[in-house]
Structures are given as structure tokens and as C-alpha cells.
């Protein structure tokens, strides 16, 4: 079957822009580099974090073109994209130096160009443009239902929510769920507390005693200016795959606003910004699902087998593959490597490699480089050895912040205290088994098998004038991954 005249339109239009931005690369080359991650990850900090390395010659021993001196400066441009905030780059910086805070966490695209100086090896100079896309990991878990119907997307929802710790705070929902008849007339109040209680069903999913990281829609849990309107008011009804909806139904109801969803959130997503990328960082909390337990692991593991598929996600057209590439390498990285111990980095990248192992696969077959690290874009803590009787533990010194707990103490925000996370296993398998450790969700903090601290950005002795170099883990080599090859 022929696609309709205006996918045929909206295609033809897609690659004119590719051609465009194609015959523009020849003279200035620009990287369009995505950087996303679920919520909580550090996305904001790492793009903070990279500019300001490059901005004043951080301490970046692995990403070569700096360490060499060939990159002769760095500077930021005005924003490109007229339609699309910009990213506050600069309000960013002051919020780490100056308040020991973290940033803000991302609720919506934003960008930022970067201008790199560097001289090639043959002496010539050149320019890279490096733009900056940041936008909500959520929104790439969206990109799937582009290829499923209302009815798939239903069955799978409910699938997933009668198992683990979802059945449980699936409850309220299933209950309602229980009242509605499928093919019944439409009925708009009924439609919106059934939206409201599957929302707050992935709400609480997210809650970092369960750390569930599967849960489209995702503007459902950051609507932004779609708050309350019909395309962000439907949810998943139990209904059979071999039939369809009656006209005027509820279910035909649902169908519809499937469907608006697509179309006013998830396709001008993937056509104005994700098809556009040439290159992609995943930032992963994994420590969040550490805290939480094998079912936490376990969902996060399907989260990024979802986003490593979304990268076949569309349709091919003949331009787009000449002028516009498919994205060719993505980097994993799993964030605040700081809250371990250097012993357990590698562990640490094990582990996430596990998670991406057969998705990572399929990627690299339609021949994207997929890489993982283990990094802290701004460390927070230091490494001491803290004695315990004869013996040297290998520790970490940190501020907590305000609030959190260890050991029955609550933590003022100011102190700095010493703290042994613990080593990671090695055998990895067991740790995805249903007994394969305790987390926060089936047992208290006191008896959780881990339990990582939230800590505040480091303190850094500057002087006023001058800002410091922030100290990082693994920064450079995620750079060198992700451009080192175009400064060459």
C-alpha cells in the first residue's frame, strides 16, 4: 500500500533540509550531538561540564586533540534554531561553582552551538561546529509507538503493569480499568480519571524506592504547555488484538487521542530534532536501580533495549540516506561513577554493558559503534583508604546533601563524611535474578545491599575572576568517543 500523500510531502520536505544542511557541512562540518538519558541521569551537568572543558582547556589527558594542544580555542555561537530555548549554559556554571547545587533536571529540548578551533595534522586550521541537543530520555521512549497501534501499546502497557512491583501500584488504576467497558459510549470523565490514575501509576513507578524506567508515554509524567489537553488525556483500555473499536465508543475515544499523541508530540519530536542527530550519548543512573533492587535492574535493561531500537525507528528515503546518515556511534554511559570507589568503575561498565548486550547487537549490524563508560561528568567526592580495626577500606569523602541518611544519621548539607559504598559482584547474571540483592523497595534502607548517597557538587577554591577546572571521571574519554575522530 502507497504511504498517504502527506507522509510523502512531509518526507520530501525532510530531505530538501538534508540537502541543505548536507551542502553547509561540506564548507563548515557540524556535529549535531544528542545528549539524553532518563530522569535524574545528569544530563544537564554533563553538557554544563563539557563546555565549560573545552571552553577553558580542562584536564582532558584521553581526548587527544586537547591533550596535544591542537585545539587552538573554543567558543559558544548564538543559538541556531530560532524555535528551540537555549541551553543555560552559563546560569549552569554558576549553580555548580558558586551554590554547590545541582542544576535543574531537563523538562524539554533545549540546545547549544560550541565553535571548535583545532589545527589538523597537516598543519591546516579548521573549524567543527559541535551543536549540543539536549531533551528529556522519555521522549525517545516515545519514539516506538510511532510503529504501534492504540491496541498493541495497550496490551503491552497492562502486560507490564500485572508483574514485579508494578501490580501493586497498578492498584487504584486496575480498579478503574475493572468499571470500563471498552465498547461503551464515550465518556469523557471516565477517560479522565483513568488518565489521571495511569498516571499516577508511572508516577509512583519512578519514585526511587522502585526506580522503574520503562514508562511511556513520556510527556505523561512532563506535560509542559499539553497539560490537561485531550492528545495527554487517554490510557490503555483491556482490549482484544483481533478486533477493532466501535464508531462513537470509549474505546474509539482512546484510539483517537493515541493517535493525536503521535501526532502533536512524538512525530514532530523525531522529525525536527531525533532524525536530525549525527551522534548520541545515553546517560544511565544506574546506582538509582542498584538502590532498588533486581526488578529495577531488570526494567532498566528493557528501557535501553527500547532506545537502542528507536535508532532504526522511520522511514528511509533516498536523500535522507545520501545526505543524512543514520546516527553512527551512541555512547552508554553510566553516571556518578563518583559514588564508587575506583575498584568498581570497570564493574560498574560491566554492567551496563550486560544490560545493552543483545540490543547493542542489532545496532551495530545496521552499523552504528556503540561504546559504554563509567564517568562522572563532575565528581563529588574523593578517594581515601579509612582504617577499621587492621584493616583498610577503600572509601569515598563527600558532602551529602541536606536530608539524606546512612547508618541512622541525617546529614546537614555542610559536613563532609566518609563512606564505604561497597564493591559491586562479578557475577553479573545473579544480579538480575529475582534474590539476586536487596533493594529499597522490599526492605529498608539499614538492610538494603546498597544504598548510595545523593552528595553536593565539590567545593573548589578559585578566585573570583577565575573559573576552576571542574574534576571529572572519564569526561575525556566519552569526548574522544564521541568527536575525537573529526578533529583529526
Known sequence: MAPPFSDIVEDARVSLRSLIEYGEGLFNPTVRLGVTGLSRAGKTVFITALVHGLLRGGRFPVFESLATGR???????????????????????????????????????SELRLIIEYQKENTATRTLTLDLVDYPGEWLLDLPLLNKTYVEWSTESLELSRHGPREKLAKKWHAHLATLDP???EDEQAT????????????????????????PPGRFLMPGNLAGSPALTFAPLDVPLDDSAPDGSL??????RYEAYKDVVVRPFFRDHFSRLDRQIVLVDALAAFNAGPDALNDLEGALSGILNCFNVGRSTLLSSL?????????FAATKADHLHRSSHDQLEAVLSRMIELAAAKAEFAGATVDVVALAAVRATREALVKQGRDELPSILGTPEKGETSGGDTFDGETEVATFPGDLPTDLDAMFSADGFRGLSATSAEKSDYRFMKFRPPSIAHEPSVEPALPHIRLDRALQFLIGDKLR
Do not use: G, N
Not at 479522565?192 to 520503562?214: H, N, W
Open 251 to 256: 474505546w474509539a475515544m482512546m484510539e483517537r
Open 71 to 109: 585545539i587552538a580555542r573554543a567558543y559558544l555561537a548564538p543559538q541556531p534554531d530560532d524555535t528551540v530555548p537555549r541551553f543555560a549554559y552559563e546560569s549552569h556554571v554558576r549553580t555548580l561553582l558558586d551554590e554547590r547545587r545541582w542544576p535543574k533536571s531537563t523538562v524539554d529540548i
Open 323 to 331: 545526505f543524512r546518515p543514520r546516527i553512527d556511534r551512541i555512547l
Open 183 to 185: 465498547r461503551s459510549r
Open 192 to 215: 479522565l480519571k483513568a488518565a489521571q490514575l495511569f498516571t499516577d501509576y508511572l508516577r509512583a513507578c519512578r519514585d526511587e524506592r522502585f526506580a522503574m524506567s520503562l514508562l
